[in-house]
């Protein structure tokens, strides 16, 4: 069996100017990210820079990379980050936490920004992270739903609305029935509005419900 020459593809060759250039400007950013950069961040322009002297280019990926980095180190970028920490407030940080709790519930939209918030009292998202998640109109009808005073009180007497609409199989089958309030949920984290849950305890059963607002009337049972 006759066995051909193979040559693998020579490189193209980099112009040592663009290379150096390369080498300049990654250098720069490191030197910028002493102490706003993480551990992995420093270490991949440490790779970036032993392989851009190798072969004097970046992969794609390693330039999408890089390029979020650089944007991190830029002082205007660094001043712009400032001016947004002198102006968030506690109230800032409360709806921020409401976000996250929302996001929580809804998954999976936010889920890594939304554990870090909920688990770490001193991180602050970038404006353009706060803005996406709070800003949305969803959290926003959540926080108004959230914010309306409950339609009742623990302890009040309501009547399972009679409504085909009811597609909650556990609620669909005391439709009519009236119930006794055991608790009210404080946070609502849907955007429907009177969908703040709601325990019930049906009258005769002898176990709880939970629903929603929208699905219960008052008693007017005497």
Not at 37 to 51: A, P, V, Y
Not at 186 to 199: D, I, L, M
């Amino acid at each position: 069996m006759a066995y051909g020459y193979y040559r693998r593809p020579a490189r193209p060759r980099v112009d040592n100017d663009v290379k150096q250039e390369l080498l300049n400007r990654i250098e720069t950013v490191a030197g910028r990210g002493v102490t706003i950069l993480s551990d992995w961040e420093r270490g991949f322009l440490q790779s970036l820079r032993d392989s851009a002297s190798r072969y004097g280019r970046m992969t794609e990926r390693q330039h999408d990379v890089f390029k979020r980095i650089e944007n991190k180190t830029d002082p205007e970028q660094i001043r712009a980050r400032g001016d947004w920490r002198e102006t968030f407030t506690p109230e800032m940080r409360d709806m921020l936490v409401f976000a996250a709790k929302y996001y929580k519930a809804n998954p999976p939209y936010f889920g890594f920004a939304a554990d870090r918030i909920l688990e770490d009292k001193n991180y602050m998202p970038t404006e353009k992270l706060y803005r996406k998640m709070v800003e949305n109109k969803y959290v926003q009808r959540a926080l108004k739903n959230s914010n309306a005073a409950p339609k009742y009180e623990v302890g009040s007497m309501v009547t399972v609305r009679n409504s085909q609409a009811i597609r909650h199989h556990a609620t669909s089958r005391v439709r009519g029935k009236n119930a006794i309030v055991i608790e009210v949920e404080e946070q609502v984290n849907n955007a429907t509005k009177g969908s703040r849950k709601v325990t019930i305890l049906p009258i005769g059963a002898a176990l709880t419900i939970v629903t929603e607002e929208r699905w219960l009337k008052p008693c007017r049972a005497k």
